[in-house]
């Protein structure tokens, strides 16, 4: 772990990569029981749309989580970006209302854990670092 890393990014970022390899899990189950995906979610979506947001929110998911744990503030907005998306989803898709709530409340909780101060010293901290270490490169 990273000295300066608060501990809760860290396993926010690592809950986000499990999700990435649970949702490539899911996208294989998608293709062996369709049906059961139906089932689960608004029938009025079209199975490619499934497919293919699913496969982004992964992708999306991995590289942002991953980079966060790296300290890059693209990654933090990357991150937000998804849960807006994924929370639109949720209210498109969704059966249930209490997946609905549960959704709007853990994008909450994500949104103002990655905006708080040991957050925003974290990332500013990382991204000083990085342009401080261009800078002092040897010229030749």
Excluded: D, K
């Excluded at 497919?51 to 693209?74: D, K, M, R, S």
């Amino acid at each position: 772990m990273h000295r300066n890393r608060p501990i809760y990014i860290s396993i926010i970022a690592w809950l986000y990569l499990m999700g990435a390899g649970f949702t490539v899990l899911s996208l294989a189950m998608m293709f062996y029981q369709p049906n059961l995906i139906r089932s689960r979610i608004s029938p009025e979506i079209p199975f490619a749309l499934i497919v293919v947001q699913t496969c982004a929110g992964a992708i999306a998911t991995a590289v942002g989580a991953w980079n966060l744990l790296l300290g890059a503030n693209w990654a933090r907005w990357l991150m937000v970006g998804f849960v807006v998306e994924s929370t639109v989803w949720t209210f498109l898709a969704a059966r249930s209302p209490a997946s609905v709530w549960v959704t709007l409340l853990w994008s909450a909780i994500m949104v103002i854990v990655l905006f708080i101060a040991p957050s925003n010293e974290f990332f500013r901290a990382r991204r000083g670092r990085r342009r401080h270490t261009r800078s002092v490169t040897p010229q030749a």
